[in-house]
């Protein structure tokens, strides 16, 4: 059974080394599809994908339809951005 791996990036600097060191790693078991956000796909399914597993951030990369835990950071969000003093006058 092929190992599937999918990868979640935007092509840029920060994600082009990630997408390179997964396929440099994978084996003959797996099965790598790589999702272009910035593109999107043509049925959209790379967004569903991206919602379903909870990718926050990119690059992302899940293995047999499960988020790894490397990435699975809750991204920005409102509360931690008013914790870090942001809108606040010093």
């Given at each position: 059974m092929?190992?599937?791996?999918?990868i979640?990036?935007?092509n840029c600097?920060?994600?082009?080394p990630?997408?390179?060191?997964?396929?440099?790693l994978s084996c003959?078991?797996?099965?790598?599809?790589t999702y272009?956000?910035?593109?999107?796909?043509?049925?959209?399914?790379c967004?569903t994908?991206?919602?379903e597993?909870?990718v926050?951030?990119?690059?992302?990369?899940?293995v047999?339809?499960?988020?790894?835990?490397?990435?699975?950071?809750?991204g920005?969000?409102?509360?931690?951005?008013?914790?870090?003093?942001i809108?606040?006058?010093?």
């Amino acid at each position: 059974m092929k190992r599937q791996i999918e990868i979640f990036t935007a092509n840029c600097p920060v994600c082009d080394p990630v997408v390179k060191m997964v396929k440099e790693l994978s084996c003959d078991s797996c099965k790598i599809t790589t999702y272009n956000l910035v593109e999107q796909c043509d049925d959209k399914s790379c967004l569903t994908k991206m919602q379903e597993y909870g990718v926050k951030r990119i690059p992302a990369v899940a293995v047999d339809g499960k988020l790894l835990e490397c990435c699975t950071n809750n991204g920005i969000s409102k509360e931690k951005l008013i914790e870090s003093g942001i809108g606040k006058a010093s």
